[in-house]
């Protein structure tokens, strides 16, 4: 069928029944992701279907990753410097659309990651089938790169599942499970691994009938009423969430599902249009960067072997024993020490509920907590690959700790710490093997937050920062490298806003408005409310270690506070109540007025610390510092972090309203070091730049 054709990014085969097989392999890559050659090629493939006329196709993918990961993201991202996304999209509804309209019938037989345009591909087929296991993953997840589905994804999955399934699908960007992806009605049945092709050809063959509620429902929900209905509730519901001038993408799809009508070239066309307007907005391009900066960091530990098995860690407090409970959760074999069993009793009841949550199956989660072990005694030192020191900021402790531990060590063991703010060049003062010693700063709540800072010092081997890189990639996290000063990274630029927001809650100003301010900027929680969920108690300890190095004070009131043991969530009371887990924040006087300059003051000192970060290398590049802020505390992803936000309100402009700062309200905003930073210049879209070392 095929002859005098030749594919570099597909296979074809016709079996004597009639059934062409096509297979997207996509050449010198590991993954499939949607190329214009791929496109290109399966355009002809469907050119040469449409005239041949098979009894039936199956698509299914050569690579063990999944069926494909999504449109290539970097040629993306070159359509829109361009200004080329618009013909490009429409290249590709093209092609699925004469995919959709072969005469014969089309199954797409999925396994693994099946993301973005990738599930587009599956939805123009007739039929879907899936691999009845936790390693298939279907998902739109468009939004979270600014844009929405574009090759025919909003025109599609609305009328295969119903407007009320398909919305909440497309606007959290969530992967489907294989069986919520058959609950819903996205595939139409599932298949053990060894058995997805003969089932799909099966498929083909007696193709699986709809349930007539599931077609009513497709239909009742995008009709024209339904629409006008539908669409209003649906933003109110995204507003609450977040806003239309930071996050556009999710209003955009909202409004391009309800102006699309019953024909599929109206709607394709709404579509393409509003995603290239998108491609153009800062959002879009920021979060594309983020990204890359992301797969960056993921990438960091790849090629090394961690040669970790056994984790030893001794603080089986919050951190500690949440420390333990993950690795053990990604499959190590972990030790966890403390004086006493009732101190280690509680972190094992948090890693049950932990498990129980994640996991599912009973078999599951005992086979978790077998991993995970109580150690009063500390003999699993000695067996360790790694130890994690986690108890109280106390360099004195802490150093009488790793007395105790580096004589245990066998070979080339690695002995981290889990130091929020204590500079790596005193702690290893003492250490024989102080090559082997570096700190992993992990981020409360511990199964939440991505970010590891991979902490680093005067003496540090760079083999065994390769192999610490490589353990919080086994684990699922987010290394960043940073210089082991005060602080670190993420701290030494969170500190100054979370004290100068404290400060003005000093002043009188309610925390609900300061909440607002930073929440308005795009924060994901207010100071305040972030202040109560770490604990005042926490504020205060790293507030007092960094603030003679940051120049601050730690603001009035705080002792007050902790002294009436008034320490944030954890207590129920602190700058707010706290009811089953919430803030009870105070209705704010209809009279107040907000200070102007309200949210520069909390964030332009996390901007000119970041400046002055960058100036002292505690990262590599401008990129990293980006992504661990990011990261590390939610800095407004769409403004693409610190850095980028600098670059794109312009640096002497950020730098004079410093100025400004400083002469109306004191020293502590005179703009750092760095501020003449050749990267600080504004440009144009860039991808993050490749690692310089």
């Known amino acids: 069928m095929f002859e005098g054709l030749r594919f570099n990014h597909w296979k074809t085969s016709e079996s004597e029944d009639g059934i062409v097989t096509l297979t997207l392999d996509r050449a010198n890559s590991s993954v499939n992701a949607i190329s214009r050659a791929v496109l290109d090629e399966l355009e002809q493939i469907v050119e040469r279907l449409a005239i041949e006329k098979p009894a039936g196709v199956v698509i299914h993918s050569a690579k063990a990753s999944g069926f494909a990961v999504g449109a290539d993201i970097k040629e993306f991202v070159e359509y829109a410097k361009h200004d080329t996304v618009l013909e490009n999209i429409e290249h590709g509804q093209r092609v699925y659309e004469a995919l959709a309209r072969l005469p014969c019938p089309t199954v797409a037989a999925v396994h693994g990651a099946c993301m ?59 992967a489907l499970s294989a069986k919520r992806a058959l609950g819903l009605g ?13 089932e799909a050809r099966l498929l083909l063959r007696r193709p699986a009938t709809r349930p007539f509620a599931r077609r009513a429902r497709a239909w009742a929900t995008n009709t024209w009423l339904a629409r006008q209905i539908l669409a209003p509730i649906v933003l109110k519901q995204t507003a609450a969430k977040v806003r239309k001038e930071h996050y556009p993408a999710p209003f955009a799809m909202i409004e391009v599902w309800k102006r699309g009508g019953s024909g599929i070239s109206q709607r394709l066309k709404l579509e393409a249009r509003s995603v290239a307007k998108l491609a153009t907005t800062p959002t879009a391009q920021n979060l594309i960067r983020i990204f890359f900066l992301q797969e960056r960091l993921k990438g960091q530990g790849a090629g090394v072997d961690a040669q970790i098995s056994h984790v030893h860690v001794v603080g089986a407090g ?110 290893r003062k ?33 083999l065994i920062e390769k192999r610490a890189l490589a353990f919080c990639k086994a684990i699922g996290k987010l290394p960043v490298a940073v210089k082991g000063t005060p602080g670190f990274l993420v701290n030494r630029i969170l500190m100054p806003y979370l ?27 207010g100071p305040i409310e972030l202040a109560d969920t770490v604990g005042l108690d926490v504020c205060a300890s790293v507030g007092r270690e960094l603030a003679p190095f940051l120049g601050l004070e730690l603001p009035p009131g705080l002792d007050d506070k902790l002294e009436a043991g008034k320490r944030g969530k954890k207590d129920g009371q602190g700058l707010y109540v706290w009811q089953d887990g919430r803030p009870q924040k105070p209705e704010v006087p209809q009279e107040y007025v907000t200070p102007p300059d309200l949210a520069d003051r909390m964030i332009l000192p996390m901007v000119n610390e970041a400046i002055a970060c960058l100036a002292d290398g505690v990262v590599d590049d401008a990129d990293l510092l980006d992504a661990g802020v990011i990261f590390g505390t939610g800095f407004a992803p769409f403004r693409g972090g610190p850095i980028q936000y600098t670059r794109s309100e312009g640096a002497d402009k950020l730098k004079a309203r410093l100025e400004e700062l400083a002469q109306r309200h004191g020293e502590r905003f005179k703009p750092k070091n760095g501020w003449d930073n050749p990267t600080l210049a504004q440009g144009g879209f860039e991808l993050p730049t490749s690692p310089s070392h």
């Open 499 to 525: 004290l100068e927001a404290l400060r003005l809650y000093s002043e009188g100003v309610p925390g609900p408005v300061l909440d607002r301010a930073a929440k308005k900027f795009g924060m994901p929680m």
């Open 318 to 427: 919050v951190m500690g024993g949440d420390i333990a409970a993950w690795a053990a959760f990604k499959g190590f074999n972990v030790t966890l020490q403390d004086r006493e069993m009732k101190f280690i009793q509680p972190a094992l009841d948090r890693a049950r509920t932990l498990y129980e949550k994640k996991l599912k199956s009973a078999d599951k989660v005992e086979a978790a907590m077998q991993r995970l072990r109580a150690d009063v005694d500390g003999s699993g030192v000695a067996a360790a690959d790694l130890a994690i020191e986690a108890i109280y900021e106390n360099a004195g402790a802490k150093e009488a700790l790793y007395a105790t531990i580096e004589p245990q060590f066998q070979a080339d063991e690695i002995l981290a710490s889990n130091t929020s703010s204590i500079p790596l060049d005193e702690l």
């Open 116 to 174: 973005g345009g990738g599930t587009e591909l599956i939805l123009a087929c007739r039929q879907r089938i899936a691999v009845d296991d936790e390693k298939t993953r279907i998902a739109l997840p468009e939004v979270m790169l600014g844009i929405h589905p574009g090759w025919g994804g909003t025109a599609r999955l609305p009328r295969l599942i119903g407007a009320t399934e398909a919305l909440p699908v497309m606007l959290t960007g969530k």
């Open 186 to 198: 996205v595939v139409d049945r599932l298949a053990r691994p060894d058995e997805l092709l003969s």
């Open 430 to 462: 003492n250490l024989a093997a102080p090559q082997r010693f570096l700190g992993l700063h992990f981020f409360n709540p511990v199964a939440q937050m991505p970010l590891v800072e991979v902490v680093r010092h005067d003496r540090l081997d760079p």
